[in-house]
């Protein structure tokens, strides 16, 4: 097989709508320590750096920020509950399967670097059947580090394939400056959680289906 290069991608708004999961257990967890329920689009907009933060962010909504146990608490309440309902509610984006196994097939190594926890992002895709597809699957706890941060990018690319193309395939503002600060290209997909306008993140390219990711991989790794 002709070997192409690199593809990582992001999976929360990316390869996985997982926010009305994330929002059920979310609210959970609030209405236990007394706040209000938040909106599955509020959640939609607090989605990117980690469930870690996500939490805190959530328990911060109404100005009055809890003491860092009571957060620490409440996030390991979060996992919990969450690891649970993992795919309970959330869907795989059109043609996401189908498109994985054409770039499989040409040639391409595909990788999932995501702020989800590694356990629960390769049972996420167990689950919907797309672990298959991937050589690796990073979270923040695989390294020690996390999106925005580089490094989380560029532990995906082992030896064998640093010579060859490397490309971020995401949906947020963390993943973009990831993939800048990494020097690899970023494609950014316009279906996902991105908090401010695709213009804005200046990627080098912008994704609004799926089904055409090869055709945008293959330019890029020819220039």
Not at 70 to 90: D, G, P, Q, W
Not at 109 to 119: F, M
Not at 126 to 150: A, I, M
């Amino acid at each position: 097989m002709n070997e192409k290069g690199t593809v990582i991608f992001d999976l929360d708004g990316t390869l996985v709508d997982s926010a009305p999961d994330l929002a059920n257990s979310l609210n959970v967890v609030l209405e236990e320590y007394g706040r209000s329920r938040i909106s599955e689009s509020e959640v939609r907009n607090m989605i990117g750096h980690g469930v870690g933060e996500l939490v805190r962010a959530a328990l911060s909504g109404d100005n009055n920020s809890p003491q860092e146990p009571l957060i620490e608490t409440a996030i390991v309440r979060f996992r919990c509950l969450y690891s649970r309902n993992l795919s309970k509610h959330s869907t795989v984006y059109p043609n996401t399967a189908s498109t994985l196994a054409i770039l499989k097939q040409e040639g391409w190594r595909l990788v999932v670097c995501t702020n989800k926890i590694e356990g629960s992002a390769r049972k996420v895709l167990r689950e919907f059947q797309l672990l298959d597809f991937f050589e690796d699957v990073v979270g923040p706890d695989t390294f020690g580090v996390s999106k925005p941060n580089p490094e989380h990018l560029q532990k995906c690319v082992s030896d064998k394939w640093a010579s060859l193309p490397t490309i971020m395939v995401g949906d947020s503002e963390v993943d973009c400056v990831a993939a800048k600060a990494a020097g690899f290209p970023m494609v950014l997909v316009d279906w996902g959680y991105n908090k401010g306008r695709l213009s804005e993140l200046a990627p080098n390219f912008v994704l609004s289906d799926i089904r055409e990711l090869h055709e945008i991989l293959d330019k890029i790794s020819s220039n």
